[in-house]
């Protein structure tokens, strides 16, 4: 398990960035949580979904287009995804989590 590291401005890191799979083991169900401690007075914690990046750019902006005008086609739901959180990283997810506590109450 990835140790988080001592983070703050007067530290040698001041963020730290995990990522986490799914349970069912797909490369396209993957969250990223980051933690930015550079500024104390204004701690981040950022959850980042992944999308499903296999159409091309232009792909997805249409599909945006016409999300926007809702004008959907029924093949287009795939963009919205979940992600089952394995058990062994619920340990690492929640010292993030309280780390980002101690360090928003600094």
Not at 18 to 28: K, R
Not at 70 to 86: Q, T
Request: glycine letters at 2%; a positive charge; aromatic letters at 14%.
């Amino acid at each position: 398990m990835n140790k988080i590291p001592k983070l703050g401005s007067n530290c040698r890191r001041s963020w730290y960035s995990a990522y986490f799979g799914c349970e069912c083991t797909s490369s396209e169900h993957l969250i990223e949580l980051t933690l930015d401690a550079y500024d104390p007075k204004d701690i981040e914690f950022c959850v980042s979904v992944r999308m499903n990046q296999s159409r091309s750019f232009f792909s997805r902006f249409w599909i945006a287009v016409k999300y926007l005008f809702k004008c959907r086609h029924k093949d287009e739901d795939y963009h919205w995804d979940s992600v089952m959180l394995k058990i062994e990283d619920s340990d690492r997810m929640i010292k993030m989590l309280q780390e980002y506590k101690r360090l928003s109450t600094l």
